[in-house]
């Protein structure tokens, strides 16, 4: 690997920025392909590129191969992404079900509450708790694109300051619990706050999916899906 793009790639992983390493098997030629730009050794053609971007998105290392191509055209897609986080606003009971079930599917989880006696190690055994106030916690974390936000406490004075900064962050995923006249409410609120109306239609609320989840296990269910269906399901509602 050439000086270069070894500094670009460390670069890029310093500043959780995802990226793949394209390797031209038959001539040993690399390059960095990130989502907007492209650095190094050969260029890829239009579909390769969409497809390389792809397999970012999808955490998808591999072969890519054309079998059209009598030439034995190969190249090899080494993805180099940082960790998916789920940031849970409220140390309520659907954060204490929907924490093990994200971290089970490969999340870095972080539970945010700035009340003491819900955010506790005996709650939450294992999970990564913060006691900022919301606003706070995120400026600190800095939700990026493979960062997903899920508000839970039904407290405006805890939920709407993360809202708000979540909406402004790259986070790939807003959630907000609540029912559809409490959503109303919120976006009222946020619109007050002076959030646009594409920032505010990123929130997804009702958080989760539509199956009837009731207990805090199915709506923890409910939640975890349709974060997977967002980040995976590119042709799917969600």
């Known amino acids: 690997m050439k000086r270069e793009i070894l500094d670009r790639l ?8 995802p990226a793949a390493l394209v390797t031209d ?5 690399q390059t960095l392909v990130f989502e907007d730009t492209v650095h190094g050794g050969f260029g890829l053609e239009p579909d390769l590129l969409d497809e390389v ?7 998808r290392s591999g072969m890519l191969v054309d079998p059209q191509d009598e030439d034995g055209f190969r190249l ?4 180099h992404n940082p960790a998916m986080r789920l940031l849970i606003v409220g140390a309520v ?11 089970l599917t490969g999340y870095d989880v972080t539970v945010i509450d700035p009340r003491g006696a819900f955010a506790t190690e005996a709650r939450f055994p294992g999970v990564k708790l913060n006691h900022l106030w919301p606003d706070e916690a995120l400026a600190a974390l800095k939700p990026d694109v493979r960062t997903a936000v899920v508000t839970l406490t039904h407290d405006p004075k805890l939920d709407d300051p ?28 946020l619109r007050d706050e002076g959030l646009s109306e594409a920032e505010v239609k990123r929130i997804r609320g009702p958080v989760g999916l539509s199956i009837g989840a ?9 939640i975890m899906g349709q974060i997977t ?3 995976r399901g590119e042709n799917h509602p969600c």
């Open 229 to 231: 269906c967002v980040r």
């Open 76 to 79: 090899f897609v080494h993805v």
């Open 25 to 29: 098997l038959n001539s040993g030629l």
């Open 214 to 222: 009731v207990t805090p296990a199915e709506i923890a269910i409910a």
């Open 10 to 17: 460390l670069a890029a992983k310093a500043d959780a920025i």
């Open 53 to 59: 971007r792809r397999r970012i998105r999808q955490d």
């Open 162 to 189: 993360a809202l708000i900064a979540a909406l402004r962050s790259p986070a790939f995923y807003v959630g907000a619990l609540g029912s559809k006249r409490t959503h109303a409410l919120r976006l009222d609120r």
């Open 93 to 103: 009971h659907i954060a204490q079900a929907l924490a093990p079930v994200a971290a």
